[in-house]
């Protein structure tokens, strides 16, 4: 039976250029880039390339770019480390930073905790981290909701900054839905708070910072353009490695390393360089410079045929904004089934999919992000995701479009809901 990949927003393959540029980097051309000697140093040259072609890519310095393990920890030292650079500064200054929930506390003391906003739909690795921050760390934090769509309002962002507001983090592209955020909106409310905050003389920093995971391979990730100050990717979503990843810093932005060690990065991110991982990330980024934009109108013609095909089923949604969405990306919510027997059935087909739900202890945890849009708990247990890669073709989608309404059916006469 042929196997159908469908589910490159959970990985995708490393492309054979990658592959074959990333090769000698394992035994032939295996020096430390730390070390002086020329095996060292042709490592280094190596690693400088790649951060020069992801500079490119993101039209920023290459001093702004920090090699990292992969998206999670991207997310986790941009929200952290801003976080604790800045809690530094203050400190440095003989501030007080704790969070006084007590209203009988002070006022003052009150207003010198630091504040976090983030969103409701952000994958876990942005998610935790704030709530981590809350929990254990005595930040201040606010989720923003968003519309039916996963859509989060710049409007919301407005009303949710406050005088120690230091961090807003908002991804670009929604992982499970596909939702593309106005990170350019946001960015301007952003520019216009600190404008107040220079009249007033305020001198408390207000940094942004976008998960770009899935948005890399078909955005625009221009970050003068963007207005971000902290942009996180990862290689394995673009046809890179797994364990390897990037977080563009701003000059100037505030940051404390969340891993300390030897002075690689500048000082910003200790441990030997994955050299080999970082070759292949920068191989990646060059091979979606050249093809971003065919590759996306490409894609969007195959991904329109299956939302078509697929809500052709009765009682199907499309999650996620119909216009504004990655154009790999389709998802759905399939009324009175559960995604998981969905899944299974279709790898038995030979295709691979994903859900949003995860299965947690026997139950089916409902998806955080179809929840914050306002879909039901039943309604999310059906969710299916398809997210189509540059090697899909016309005749897998026909293929699909062919077993899914049997799976359905089959699945939804054994079901026992039948209605909403
Ligand atoms: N952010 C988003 C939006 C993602 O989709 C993912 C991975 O699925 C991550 C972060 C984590 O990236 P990594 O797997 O490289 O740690």
Redesign the pocket.
């Given at each position: 039976m042929k196997k159908i990949y469908f589910d490159h927003?959970?990985?995708t393959p490393v492309d054979k250029k990658v592959f074959e540029a990333m090769e000698p980097y394992f035994s032939k051309k295996y020096g430390n880039p730390s070390s002086i000697h020329t095996f060292g140093q042709e490592t280094k040259a190596v690693i400088e390339d790649a951060r020069e072609k992801v500079a490119e890519f993101l039209n920023c310095n290459p001093e702004e770019i920090i090699f990292t393990?992969?998206?999670?920890?991207s997310?986790n030292l941009a929200i952290r480390g801003v976080a604790f650079g800045i809690q530094k500064r203050l400190r440095a200054k003989g501030l007080e930073l704790r969070r006084i929930d007590n209203k009988a506390q002070s006022p003052r003391l009150r207003a010198q905790s630091l504040h976090i906003i983030t969103s409701t739909i952000?994958?876990h690795?942005?998610l935790h981290t704030v709530e981590d921050l809350e929990k254990n760390f005595d930040f201040e934090t606010t989720y923003l909701p968003v519309d039916q769509y996963g859509m989060v309002k710049p409007e919301d962002v407005r009303k949710a900054i406050k005088e120690n507001t230091i961090l807003v983090s908002v991804?670009y592209?929604?992982?499970e839905v596909g939702t593309i955020q106005p990170i350019s909106d946001i960015t301007d409310v952003i520019a216009k708070s600190k404008e107040q905050r220079a009249k007033s003389k305020k001198q408390l920093p207000l940094i942004f910072h976008t998960?770009a995971?899935?948005a890399t391979g078909y955005l625009d990730c221009d970050v003068k353009k963007l207005e971000v100050d902290l942009l996180?990717i990862?290689?394995?979503?673009i046809y890179g490695p797994?364990?390897v990843?990037a977080l563009y810093i701003k000059k100037g932005t505030p940051l404390l390393p969340i891993q300390t060690g030897g002075g690689h990065e500048r000082k910003r991110r200790a441990g030997t360089e994955n050299v080999p991982g970082i070759v292949g990330l920068g191989k990646a980024i060059e091979l979606v410079t050249k093809n971003r934009v065919q590759e996306s109108i490409k894609i969007k013609k195959l991904r329109d045929k299956l939302i078509k095909g697929v809500l052709e089923i009765p009682d199907v949604i499309l999650t996620g904004h119909p216009k504004k969405r990655l154009p790999n990306s389709a998802s759905f919510c399939v009324k009175f089934i559960e995604g998981e027997s969905m899944l299974i059935n279709l790898d038995m087909k030979g295709v691979a999919c994903s859900t949003g739900s995860a299965c947690t202890s026997g139950s089916l945890e409902p998806s955080h992000v179809l929840t914050a849009m306002g879909i039901s708990p039943q309604t999310t247990q059906g969710s299916l995701r398809v997210t189509l890669g540059e090697n899909n073709t016309e005749k897998e989608i026909d293929y699909f479009l062919k077993v899914l309404p049997e799976i359905v059916e089959k699945l939804r006469e054994m079901s026992p809901i039948k209605e909403d």
């Open positions: 927003a959970a990985t393990s992969g998206g999670t920890e997310d952000e994958h690795a942005v991804m592209a929604n992982n998960d995971v899935q996180s990862s290689a394995h979503k797994k364990g990843g």
